[in-house]
């Protein structure tokens, strides 16, 4: 019992390191037109990129993303940062993602996970989950939730990675 426990142990920790020295899977996402990418696609030739994966139908996914849209011109200007956001809803509801990202004023780049596939890979069980990856699409930080406020937290993140700080206290 004593062996499985320990073997258990060690197999989460090896899972978690694994996790966060990940870069973007190599799946399938639409584009809102509609045009299919692959996930690893996805890149930042002015530095850390966030993915944000959110739903039309998740509030504080809403809130997040708004707060971020307040404060992106700025980040953009100070730390080349980039944001993508991610839709995990489903072939139903994808339709109306795109009237509601524009009628969001979002910027961002935002892409359909329809089948859920990238959020599986990248283990997002609720949203919202934010990854921060780094100039060289690893990632380095993520985090499951909203609170106001959490925006200020990220964005010391992305000026520390962009300084070349290490993000750990």
Same mark, same amino acid.
């Given at each position: 019992?004593?062996?499985?426990?320990? #073997?258990?142990?060690?197999?989460?920790?090896?899972? @978690?390191?694994?996790? $966060?020295?990940?870069?973007?899977?190599?799946?399938?996402?639409?584009?809102?037109?509609?045009? @299919?990418?692959? $996930?690893?696609?996805?890149?930042?030739?002015?530095?850390?990129?966030?993915?944000?994966?959110?739903?039309?139908?998740?509030?504080?996914?809403?809130?997040?993303?708004? $707060?971020?849209?307040?404060?992106?011109?700025?980040?953009?200007?100070? #730390?080349?940062?980039?944001? @993508?956001?991610?839709?995990?809803?489903?072939?139903?509801?994808?339709?109306? =993602?795109?009237?509601? @990202?524009?009628?969001?004023?979002?910027?961002?780049? =935002?892409?359909?996970?329809?089948?859920?596939?990238?959020?599986?890979?990248?283990?997002?069980?609720?949203?919202?989950?934010?990854?921060?990856?780094? $100039?060289?699409?690893?990632?380095?930080?993520?985090?499951?939730?909203?609170?106001?406020?959490?925006?200020?937290?990220?964005?010391?993140?992305?000026?520390?990675? =962009?300084?070349?700080?290490?993000?750990?206290?």
């Amino acid at each position: 019992m004593k062996n499985s426990i320990i #073997t258990l142990s060690l197999t989460l920790l090896f899972s @978690v390191c694994a996790i $966060a020295q990940e870069t973007m899977p190599s799946i399938k996402i639409k584009d809102l037109d509609g045009n @299919v990418i692959e $996930a690893s696609s996805i890149e930042n030739e002015d530095g850390p990129i966030i993915i944000s994966f959110w739903a039309t139908w998740c509030k504080p996914c809403v809130r997040e993303l708004n $707060a971020i849209n307040d404060l992106y011109p700025d980040w953009q200007d100070e #730390t080349g940062v980039k944001l @993508v956001a991610i839709s995990i809803d489903d072939s139903r509801q994808s339709s109306k =993602v795109r009237p509601f @990202v524009a009628s969001q004023g979002w910027e961002y780049e =935002v892409y359909l996970d329809e089948n859920s596939e990238l959020r599986r890979a990248m283990n997002v069980n609720n949203i919202p989950h934010t990854f921060l990856l780094d $100039a060289n699409g690893k990632v380095v930080w993520q985090h499951n939730g909203y609170m106001p406020g959490d925006e200020d937290e990220l964005y010391e993140l992305i000026q520390k990675l =962009v300084a070349g700080e290490p993000l750990a206290d």
